[in-house]
T-cell receptor
Framework: EDQVTQSPEALRLQEGESSSLNCSYT??????LFWYRQDPGKGPEFLFT???AGEEKEKERLKATLTKKESFLHITAPKPEDSATYLC???????????????FGTGTQLKVEL | DAGITQSPRYKITETGRQVTLMCHQT?????MFWYRQDLGHGLRLIYY???????DKGEVPDGYVVSRSKTENFPLTLESATRSQTSVYFC?????????????FGPGTRLTVT
């Protein structure tokens, strides 16, 4: 069974204080790992897809990296508007019968303060 | 560009009543999904559909029914609502094909069963 564990559950940063969020996963053949951002009262918003170990993707202050066992979301010099819950999800290899389904972690709730 | 919409956004119903949550997407995406989001559990897949008239169970399908007669619509019905079905429900859609395609989420429906 595919599993995704995110840590920490909650993180409070000062503006400009860089940090990383962790997503550990077990999956029977990884097709893709996805990062989403979710603001209170809204649906998850797609950020990145990572396909293979060693891959990196960047968007503004966010950079996502992938290894064979985990992914990190690095936040450089965060601002208050980066406050949100960040969700990680894995999509198994289609050959294992996973189709387009995603298995989500429970998220990291990030709060960036002035 | 309307994207993916859900209705109603908020619903209060009584135990035992039938409730239908609507989902509509304007992208002609092949895949559509229903998730529920609860504290401590994250997003859990209820049902998904690979195309019109093709549906399959996800992780937590009991008590729910889906149909997909048109590509753009994917309604979720709670045949006899229970208090344990109080949750936030998200609909999502994605393309399919040779690539790896992310899911796009609707704004959610907050359902309370009294």
């Amino acid at each position: 069974e595919d599993q995704v564990t995110q840590s920490p559950e909650a993180l409070r940063l000062q503006e400009g204080e860089s940090s990383s969020l962790n997503c550990s996963y077990t999956v029977s053949g990884l097709r893709g790992l996805f990062w989403y951002r979710q603001d209170p009262g809204k649906g998850p918003e797609f950020l990145f897809t990572l396909y293979s170990a060693g891959e990196e993707k960047e968007k503004e202050r966010l950079k996502a990296t992938l290894t064979k066992k985990e992914s990190f979301l690095h936040i450089t010099a965060p601002k208050p508007e980066d406050s949100a819950t960040y969700l990680c999800a894995v999509q198994p290899n289609i050959l294992t019968g996973g189709g387009n389904k995603l298995t989500f972690g429970t998220g990291t709730q990030l709060k960036v303060e002035l | 560009d309307a994207g993916i919409t859900q209705s109603p956004r908020y619903k209060i119903t009584e135990t035992g009543r039938q409730v239908t949550l609507m989902c509509h997407q304007t992208w002609s995406h092949s895949y559509m999904f229903w998730y529920r989001q609860d504290l401590g559990h994250g997003l859990r897949l209820i049902y998904y559909s690979a195309a019109a008239d093709i549906t399959d169970k996800g992780e937590v399908p009991d008590g729910y029914v889906v149909s997909r007669s048109k590509t753009e619509n994917f309604p979720l019905t709670l045949e006899s609502a229970t208090r344990s079905q109080t949750s936030v429900y998200f609909c999502a859609s994605s393309r399919t094909g040779q690539g790896f395609y992310e899911q796009y989420f609707g704004p959610g429906t907050r359902l309370t069963v009294t």
